[in-house]
C-alpha cells in the first residue's frame, strides 16, 4: 500500500513498508503540459500522467483561480488587457 503525504515543499510517497519517497512538487503547469500533449501525435503519456497525478494531489487547490492568474500574465507579458481579447 502506498499513501502520498504533503511535507513542506514536496510530496512524500510513503509505502506499506514505512519507506518515504520524494517526489517533486506537482504545478498547474504539469496539468497544462498534460492538456497540450492531447494535441500531439503521439502524445507524451508521461507528460500526462504528470497531468493527472498534479489533479490527483491538488486537493483544495482552486484550479479556475490558478489558470487564470497563469493567462493574466501571460496577457500581461503581451502589453494587452484582457478587453483587447
Known amino acids: 500500500m502506498v499513501r502520498l503525504e ?3 515543499d514536496s510530496f ?3 509505502t506499506s ?5 520524494n517526489l ?3 504545478s498547474i503547469n504539469d496539468l497544462i503540459t498534460a492538456i497540450s500533449e492531447l494535441q500531439k501525435n503521439p502524445p507524451d503519456k508521461t507528460k500526462i500522467q504528470d497531468g493527472i ?3 490527483d494531489t491538488s486537493m483544495g487547490v ?3 483561480k ?3 492568474c497563469i493567462l493574466q ?4 507579458n503581451k502589453g494587452m488587457t484582457v478587453t483587447d481579447l
Do not use: C, F, S, T
Open 66 to 68: 490558478e489558470i487564470k
Open 73 to 76: 500574465k501571460a496577457v500581461d
Open 24 to 26: 517533486p512538487q506537482q
Open 12 to 14: 512524500v510517497m510513503i
Open 17 to 21: 513498508g514505512g519507506q518515504k519517497q
Open 6 to 8: 504533503k511535507q513542506g
Open 62 to 64: 482552486d484550479l479556475r
Open 53 to 55: 497525478l498534479y489533479l
